[in-house]
Structures are given as structure tokens and as C-alpha cells.
């Protein structure tokens, strides 16, 4: 699993209901957090520009990221654990698709996880 794209259910803030609702949305498996939760970075779309991180989103285009239905961004600054329940299909080999992006999301939280560290000390 790890390296792939998967579907996952997450939760999400409804402001206009003002409640917690769910969607599905892309995300990238990075690691195993024990025997039933998974590690992953989530993929979204990015409607306020505002929002994006320089450093930590790496843009996805549709046009080569061809599983996505808009482009979109690998936010590698917001790793989340799932259970295995919430993910709901694999959507693409994403490490042997697109081995650079991979790596380069993997040096990203890497080097997100030294700083938060360092800030924390």
C-alpha cells in the first residue's frame, strides 16, 4: 500500500451547515502507523491561493497526474493517519508512476518533521 494513491474518507468542517460532514479525497500512502492505520498526505485542490504552501504543496497537474480530475496539490506539511476502513481503493501506483514527485514528498516531510522539531525545542 505504501507509495499509492488510494480514495480515502475524511472529515471535513461544513462552515455553512456548521458541522463536521465527510468526502472522499485522494491522498498518497507514506507509511504504516501500526496494523490497521496508514500514514498519508492528502491531495486536494486548492481553491484559495492564499492557502498554498511554496515549500510544502507540491502542485499535481491533471495533464500528467492523469487519476486526478482537477490539478491539484500533494500538501506534504498535513500527513494525517487513517484506518485502513477510510481508504477505498487504490487509484494509482504512485511511486512507480511518478517516482521524482514521491521523493521529493518524502524529502519534504522529512524535512517539515526537522523544523517542527527544531521549533518545538
Request: proline share 4%; glycine share 4%.
Amino acid at each position: 500500500m505504501i507509495g499509492k494513491a488510494y480514495k480515502s474518507i475524511v472529515p471535513y468542517y461544513d462552515r455553512v451547515s456548521r458541522m463536521q460532514k465527510f468526502k472522499s479525497r485522494p491522498c498518497l500512502i507514506i507509511g504504516q502507523a501500526d496494523t490497521g492505520d496508514y500514514v498519508i498526505l492528502p491531495i486536494s485542490s486548492v481553491s484559495d491561493e492564499s492557502r498554498i504552501d511554496p515549500k510544502y504543496d507540491i502542485p499535481l497537474r491533471k495533464a500528467i497526474f492523469t487519476f486526478l480530475d482537477k490539478d491539484s496539490y500533494l500538501r506534504t506539511h498535513k500527513q494525517t493517519v487513517v484506518n485502513i476502513l477510510s481508504l477505498k481503493g487504490s487509484i494509482a501506483n504512485f511511486k512507480a508512476l511518478y517516482e521524482d514527485t514521491y521523493l521529493e514528498a518524502l524529502l519534504n516531510v522529512e524535512e517539515f518533521q526537522k523544523r517542527l522539531i527544531a521549533d518545538a525545542l
